[in-house]
């Protein structure tokens, strides 16, 4: 069963930019769909960004012009590099699958922007 290691997150001032990692156990990124989700306190899990296995990528629309997803197949690592960053960004963040498989969620990574 494939699993995800999350990182890169930390705590950024609004308007700040943060570059997320997910490094994945098995040599799936390229050949399978890829997402990054996030889940802030109290609310459900939320899709946040898509990428295909050909590398389309896709947006939910309260990130898109402000996020970029992206993957280095030879590294077996998506990322998400996120720009102009708002308060109502703060979340935890994951990667998976898309769609997700449940067995694959890894710890996430702590995405703080505050003032």
């Known amino acids: 069963q494939v699993q995800f290691v999350e990182s890169g997150g930390g705590l950024v001032q609004p308007g700040g930019s943060l570059r997320l990692s997910c490094a994945a156990s098995?040599?799936?990124?390229?050949?399978?769909?890829m997402a990054w989700y996030r889940q802030a306190p109290g609310n459900q899990r939320e899709f946040v960004a898509r990428?295909?296995?050909?590398?389309?990528?896709s947006y939910a629309d309260s990130v898109k012009g402000r996020f970029t997803i992206s993957r280095d197949i030879a590294q077996n690592t998506v990322y998400l590099q996120m720009t102009n960053l708002r308060p109502d960004d703060t979340a935890v963040y994951y990667c998976?699958?898309?769609?997700?498989?449940?067995?694959?969620w890894g710890q996430g990574t702590q995405v703080t922007v505050s003032s």
């Open positions: 098995s040599r799936v990124v390229g050949s399978i769909h």
């Open positions: 998976n699958t898309s769609p997700p498989n449940n067995r694959s």
């Open positions: 990428l295909t296995n050909g590398g389309r990528p």
